[in-house]
RNA sequence: GGGUGGUUAGCUCAGUUGGUCUAGAGCGUCUGGUUUACACCCAGAAGGUCACAGGUUCGACUCCUGUACCACCCACCA
């Protein structure tokens, strides 16, 4: 017999066990079934399982076990990430630590440290492997992959390879974003704004004696890039400076240092703000670098770099050079008061952009850099020539790809019409190196080699760059679907390697992408691009897009915060992996954030043990008629059965159909729900409840096998270990049983709708019980008026037994009654309980006539609605019919108790 | 500045093309229960003018417009 309570400590990993040892996670892609991939969002190598991780894998394991168990050929394959910065700052910081090192890139030199690195890694690595099986998620573990395998890494060479003949990716000089901290470039998408507190600071540019009339006044937040300005920009229409633009002045500055600087108009410019006139810094501004680039042919000097990658001023600062950023201004700012040039300050809010990693402001510098170029129409798709932006569009907004929910969509097309090329050079050592060499001397004039391999012959030296760890995970959806063993052959092209992939070629491309909202821009659409450019193929169909998990008070949790954080390990070590499961997937809707806390999940445990419960109930009752449920294989000829067999096949296949069609259509919640009340408020709660005494165990068994069934992908563990306990004598592992299908000659909606009524019959009586405080052991007598005479005759048992009766009378006509019973009305059917004693004449009363007034008044609405000339032409017939019967229905019950009232008269 | 989402019982949330919604669930609250599946339980009850204001419609929680508040995303106001 199984024990009380369910205990998934003493489950889980036996289970799981059984499932990996089965081979029922593994894939075939010779099989001729229809195929289903899902490509696991890779998680940091290093990382540690957080509720980010288990909501995507609930999600996923849930798509993945529902088509497995439809008979399609499922794969879903699991991997991790090299995680380029993140995993090269943890392990800098480790050692910085651990070894006392002070700057470990430089103690141990590029080699030595990615080494270490890697060793880092290597160790690590089992940890979240370990914690995906706690989840219970059904991947193929003999297809594990690694974004630095040999086999995507090469695939990162041939897409950049592929890339820079069709001179798509280019190497240039332009203003980049510099992490301080990290000491590397990232990209616009890393970056993220916040309000600031900021000074501006406004001051005489230019003297009147320089202008000959008016000072030119410039306002800015950042002094100290002045020293490498080369043009102050003003609005072609603005009067104010009309006469100025064109001329070239001299610019001393504090600090010691002089400037060429030329008047240009823009209609970039907001006159309204500041002063309407701004000084340009190329070098230090994104958009100062356009402006310069676009008016280069009218400013005379160059601008300069006044700012280090080491976040101190350069050389070009005169004697601020070497100072921090802050220092110099402080330094600038007293230089101009000194100077009397400088107007009030005033405090403004002011957008700081900084490290989405790092969280240290991030500074724009000039850089020589790899760049993809997204504008190029050089990409072949559907027969047209397009860029890459073009195809990311095209590919959303034809429905090859489909984001859930759509509106998502929308933003996605916000995002690419905003997107320029991406910078995808990084300074780090650990990841996939770009693949260029370069021989000779000097920077322009030497020899530069990109290819897959490296160069041939002596004297190359390959870029010292690594690649944004996007760059390699947006191939992720087939790079791990390429033939490792293939990838060894450098004879072959990457075109061949696409080919002669049988994994490749069955599973791309994959069915559904499922990620959290938050990685759309990184990761999603990285992954269009790459793809259809790559191999010309879509990387997905769907894209499921879940929302971030939050605390009970809306925070987003946070490791740095384990007060309000949940950790997904200690969840299931408490209350296993399927409480856990089901509490993320009922509640949550794609796209919404969603609130998670212990009460929550305790709710599911309870759930799980409700189950647990249900299915030693129906042992018990085998064990009690020498029953063994593993013979079971058969149902009793339908007609055969009893009313509530009869209702609870019926709702077995009602069930059926809306479970599949539920998560066909990816409502995994709403699903999840209608699950969970079917097992709890109507199997539990009344088929059981019924079947005490006079079980039909055939039915019980079937019944509660088509439950295992549908709840397995929710709860796979508890769902597993009872299916054992139940499963008929030939099958095997549940999570390759095929998934139920409706038996359309087992429906009976007319033996359901009895069954309700006799529910609703004890529902009332319970009522009038607990209303008058009968003693719950008492048995009171029962007088029920209803047109169904005879169904209620024949469950008169059940009623008896379940409503604790001593008898029942039921009569088709009212008859009078005695003063002292309690009515209640449901459906047309009449209630008494005669309580003797019992009852407050003066509370009953007031309880009918409370009744009647809410009956008068639903009444009047639809009596209104029924006299309405224009509902009865414009509405439906079948909505006319029912408000009719509402309308019969509320005519009888407000007669009823009309004449109940009258007898307390 | 542009965009998106939310606002439904004390709390967390469902509510699929407008009409079985006289609006549901879980938790919490209250009343009462150790009847051998389950106290991780059972029975019963209380609790909502569906943010606000208009509009469309025979009919609106559901569609449209506007307002307020909250959240998020994007953006070159130095």
């Known amino acids: ?23 029922a996670f593994r894939a075939d892609a010779r099989s001729a079934k229809e195929a289903f991939a899902v490509s696991m969002p890779p998680p940091n190598a290093t990382g540690q399982l957080h509720l980010g991780h288990a909501v995507m894998l609930a999600l996923e394991d849930i798509f993945v076990r529902f088509a497995r168990m439809r008979g399609k050929e499922a794969l879903w394959l699991p991997g991790t990430d090299h995680a380029a910065i993140a995993t090269e700052s943890v392990v800098i910081k480790k050692i910085q630590k651990e070894e006392k090192v002070k700057d470990p890139r430089t103690h141990y030199g590029r080699e030595k440290l990615v080494e270490k690195i890697a060793e880092f890694v290597e160790k690590s690595q089992g940890t979240i492997r370990s914690q995906i099986r706690k989840m219970g998620s059904s991947c193929d573990w003999s297809r594990e992959r690694y974004t630095l395998d040999p086999a995507l890494s090469r695939c990162v060479n041939e897409v950049f390879v592929k890339m820079y003949k069709d001179g798509l990716i280019y190497r240039g000089n332009r203003v980049v974003n510099w992490d301080t901290a990290l000491q590397t470039t990232i990209s616009d998408d890393e970056i993220e704004y916040v309000d600031r507190e900021g000074t501006l600071w406004t001051f005489e540019y230019l003297s009147a004696k320089q202008t000959g009339g008016e000072p030119l006044f410039v306002a800015t ?47 970039t410019v907001d006159r309204a703000f500041g002063t309407g006139a701004i000084g340009c810094t190329p070098f230090h501004s994104k958009v100062d670098f356009e402006i310069w680039q676009r008016h280069k042919e009218e400013i005379l000097s160059e601008p300069l770099q006044v700012i280090g990658e080491d976040g101190l001023m350069t050389e070009h600062a005169g004697d601020f050079a070497g100072l921090s950023i802050e220092h110099c201004r402080e330094h600038f700012v007293a230089g101009l008061q000194a100077q009397g040039r400088l107007l009030p300050e005033e405090k403004y809010v002011q957008p700081l952009s900084i490290s989405y990693r790092s969280k240290q402001p991030v500074e724009p510098i000039p850089k020589l850099q790899w760049f993809i170029d997204v504008n190029k129409k050089v990409v072949s798709w559907k027969g047209k020539m397009m860029s890459l932006k073009e195809v990311m569009q095209e590919v959303v907004r034809c429905g090859d790809v489909r984001i859930i929910p759509d509106r998502f969509a929308k933003t996605y097309f916000q995002w690419i019409d905003n997107l320029q090329d991406w910078c995808i050079s990084r300074q ?92 759309l821009f990184f990761w999603v659409a990285r992954m269009i691009l790459m793809s259809t450019y790559a191999t010309g193929q879509i990387p997905f169909k769907t894209v499921y897009l879940h929302g971030l998990v939050r605390t009970r008070e809306g925070k987003k949790m946070s490791k740095s915060d384990p007060q309000t ?13 399927d409480a856990l499961r089901m509490s993320m997937i009922v509640g949550q809707s794609p796209g919404n954030d969603f609130r998670l806390y212990k009460e929550k999940i305790g709710g599911y445990r309870n759930f799980v043990n409700k189950l647990w419960n249900a299915s030693r109930f129906v042992l018990l009752e085998c064990e009690k008629a020498e029953v063994d449920p593993h013979t079971i294989t058969k149902l009793p000829d339908l007609k055969e059965l009893s009313l509530a067999d009869r209702a609870v096949l019926h709702a077995s296949e009602v069930l059926i159909e809306e479970a599949t069609q539920g998560l066909e259509e990816y409502r995994l919640s709403e699903v999840g729900e209608r699950l969970y009340s ?22 019980l068994v079937h019944v509660l096998r088509r439950i295992l069934k549908l709840l397995h992908p929710y709860c796979p563990f508890v769902t597993e270990e009872l299916w054992i306990a139940f499963k008929p004598v030939n099958a095997e592992l549940l999570i390759t049983e095929a998934w139920p299908t409706v038996k359309e000659e087992r429906k009976d909606p007319d033996a359901y709708s009895d069954f309700s009524l006799v529910i609703a019959v004890i529902s009332a009586i319970r009522s009038l019980r607990a209303d008058h405080g009968v003693e719950p052991g008492a048995k009171v007598s029962a007088i029920i008026h209803a047109d169904c005479v005879k169904l209620l005759t024949s469950q008169r048992a059940h009623i008896e037994r379940i409503a604790r009766l001593s008898d029942l009378t039921v009569d088709a006509k009212a008859k009078k009654h005695a003063h002292a019973a309690s009515t209640f009305l449901t459906g047309g059917i009449e209630v008494h309980v005669p309580l003797e004693g019992l009852i407050d004449l003066e509370k009953e009363r007031t309880k009918l006539t409370k009744e009647l007034k809410d009956v008068e008044r639903f009444l009047t609405s639809i009596q209104a609605k029924l006299t309405n000339k224009k509902f009865l032409e414009n509405a439906p017939e079948e909505v006319v019919a029912l408000e009719k ?21």
Request: proline share 6%; aromatic share 12%; charged share 25%.
């Open 1 to 23: 017999m199984l024990p009380k309570a369910y205990d998934p400590q003493a489950t889980e990993d036996r289970i799981y066990k059984l499932w990996e040892e089965s081979g």
């Open 221 to 267: 937040s950042r002094p100290e890039t002045k020293l490498g300005d080369n043009a102050i920009i003003v609005h072609p229409d603005d009067e104010r400076y009309q006469h100025l633009v064109g001329r070239h002045f001299e610019v001393e500055w504090p600090g010691g240092v002089t400037r060429h600087v030329t008047v240009i108009a823009d209609h």
């Open 428 to 519: 780090i050592w650990w990841g996939h190196r770009v693949p260029v060499w370069y021989r000779g001397e000097g920077d322009g004039e030497r020899e530069t080699y990109v290819g897959v391999a490296p160069p041939a012959g002596a004297g190359w030296e390959q870029d010292p760059d690594t690649l944004d760890t996007w760059f390699s995970s947006g191939l992720w959806t087939w790079s791990t679907l390429i033939d490792p063993v293939l990838a060894g052959d450098f004879s072959l092209s990457l075109e061949d390697l696409l080919r002669q992939s049988s994994d490749f070629r069955k599973f791309h491309p994959t069915s559904v992408m499922e990620t959290g909202y938050d990685i």
């Open 885 to 905: 019967e509402k309308l019969t229905n509320a005519q009888e019950k407000a007669a009823k108790l009309q004449a109940r009232l009258k007898t307390f008269a």
């Open 565 to 577: 954080c949940i950790d997904p390990l200690e969840i299931i070590a408490e209350c296993g992996a």
């Open 678 to 699: 079917f097992v709890w408020d109507f199997f539990c709660d009344w088929y059981l409840e019924l079947s005490k005494g006079n079980a039909n165990h055939a039915v």
